[in-house]
């Protein structure tokens, strides 16, 4: 059975800095990983998608790497601003069509 | 272009009671999947639709039961309602199975009480 595990479960953070957030997976047959952004009682708006056959992802200041033998992926936020404020939460879609989440990091990013 | 839209966009109920939720997938996507957000976790896939046939199905019971429409939009359906399915309940429609972005609606907040 697929687990993801995100950590930690909470962040806090000045403006500028940079950060890492970590997700963590159970089952490696995975079609690929994707990182959402969830404002609160919003809906989920997708930041990166990574294939399983590949080992990562940019857009603007956000990087997102892949090791599917070690179960693991990282989203690299760089120079922090306010508004990334949010929780960010990383799913892993298998080799049939559900999509298993982790219970997401809650970042705050302080002015 | 049309994003992924969703009604109610809150709902209360009383336990026992059934409800139903709506959504409207993006223009051209064949796809919808729904999924069940309790407070503080991440959502769990309850089931999809593919051109109008339930296409997989996670752990839920079958009093949650679902609709897709020639136009692809869909329902979702729960039948006597339990206090643990208070919840944002999440749509997403892609292009296509396994395909690679779901864009997600605003979610519907159902509240049983």
């Known amino acids: 059975k697929q687990e993801v595990t995100q950590i930690p479960a909470a962040l806090s953070v000045p403006e500028g800095e940079n950060l890492v957030l970590n997700c963590s997976f159970t089952d490696s047959a995975i079609y690929n990983l994707q990182w959402f952004r969830q404002d609160p009682g919003k809906g989920l708006t997708s930041l990166l998608l990574?294939?399983?056959?590949?080992r990562e992802q940019t857009s603007g200041r956000l990087n997102a790497s892949l090791d599917k033998s070690s179960g693991r992926s990282t989203l690299y936020i760089a120079a922090s601003q306010p508004g990334d404020s949010a929780t960010y939460l990383c799913a892993v879609q298998r080799n049939n069509n559900d999509m298993r989440f982790g219970a997401g990091t809650r970042l705050t990013v302080k002015p | 272009e049309t994003g992924v839209t969703q009604s109610p966009t809150h709902l209360i109920k009383t336990r026992g009671q059934q409800v139903t939720l709506r959504c409207s997938s993006q223009s051209g996507h064949n796809t919808v999947s729904w999924y069940q957000q309790a407070l503080g976790q991440g959502p769990q896939f309850i089931f999809q639709y593919y051109r109008e046939e339930e296409n997989g199905r996670g752990n839920f019971p079958p009093r949650f039961s679902g609709l897709q429409f020639p136009n692809y939009s869909s329902e979702l359906n729960v039948n006597a309602l339990e206090l643990d399915d208070s919840a944002l309940y999440l749509c997403?429609?892609?292009?296509?199975?396994?395909?690679?972005?779901?864009?997600f609606g605003p979610g519907t907040r159902l509240t049983v009480l």
């Open positions: 997403a429609s892609s292009s296509g199975l396994r395909t690679d972005t779901q864009y």
């Open positions: 990574i294939q399983s056959s590949q």
